[in-house]
């Protein structure tokens, strides 16, 4: 997450994305990324407290860049990590699930649940073995075939996309 604050305590970052002023600008965000994998494009979004809520007193508590939610129930969030951590990819998979789960409340239909999609903005790279910048992971089998097409988690390493553009 961006660790730079706004005085308000605010990541720098939601002004870009999250600022109300600049829905627009999210939808064609969220459009341009996750457009092909879309059932279709996304028209409005109600923009979500920035915190994963926790369910227990000694739950973790994570927090986003950007969280929304489109007409359909779909969930959407964006996280910038400047830096690389050991546990990132623990943490990004964690705030997804933490996400996908919040949907329903005890007693209600897992029918209720929606496609729910995570976006990560990385300033290095960390997947060194994978020339391209652009990753989607997705609950597949080894032939590809979907468990269930709920989303998934997308990365983009800026580094590479940077080096790319600059050849």
Same mark, same amino acid.
């Given at each position: 997450?961006?660790? @730079?604050?706004?005085?308000?305590?605010?990541p720098?970052?939601? *002004?870009?994305?999250?600022?109300?002023?600049?829905?627009?600008?999210?939808?064609?965000?969220?459009?341009? +990324?996750?457009?092909?994998?879309?059932?279709?494009? /996304?028209?409005?979004?109600? /923009?979500? =407290?920035?915190?994963? $809520?926790?369910?227990?007193?000694?739950?973790?508590? @994570? %927090? +986003?860049?950007?969280?929304?939610?489109? %007409? @359909? $129930? #779909?969930?959407? #969030?964006?996280?910038?990590?400047?830096?690389?951590? *050991?546990?990132?990819? %623990?943490? /990004?998979?964690?705030?997804?699930? =933490?996400? &996908?789960?919040?949907?329903?409340?005890? $007693?209600?239909? &897992?029918?209720?649940?929606?496609? @729910?999609?995570?976006?990560?903005?990385?300033? #290095?790279?960390?997947?060194?073995?994978?020339?391209? &910048?652009?990753?989607?992971?997705r609950?597949?089998?080894q032939?590809?075939?979907?468990?269930?097409?709920?989303?998934?988690?997308?990365?983009?390493?800026?580094?590479?996309?940077?080096?790319?553009?600059?050849?």
């Amino acid at each position: 997450m961006c660790r @730079t604050r706004r005085p308000d305590g605010a990541p720098k970052s939601d *002004r870009l994305l999250g600022a109300e002023s600049n829905r627009d600008l999210w939808i064609h965000f969220l459009n341009a +990324v996750l457009g092909a994998d879309l059932p279709q494009p /996304i028209v409005a979004v109600e /923009i979500h =407290n920035l915190y994963n $809520g926790k369910e227990f007193l000694d739950d973790k508590l @994570t %927090a +986003v860049d950007v969280k929304a939610r489109d %007409a @359909t $129930g #779909q969930m959407f #969030q964006v996280g910038i990590q400047l830096l690389n951590h *050991r546990d990132l990819p %623990a943490r /990004i998979l964690y705030g997804w699930a =933490n996400l &996908y789960r919040s949907q329903i409340k005890e $007693g209600e239909s &897992y029918r209720k649940l929606r496609p @729910t999609y995570a976006i990560w903005l990385l300033g #290095q790279i960390l997947l060194l073995d994978y020339p391209e &910048y652009a990753h989607e992971f997705r609950l597949r089998n080894q032939r590809g075939r979907a468990f269930l097409d709920h989303g998934g988690i997308w990365l983009l390493e800026v580094r590479k996309f940077a080096a790319d553009a600059g050849r």
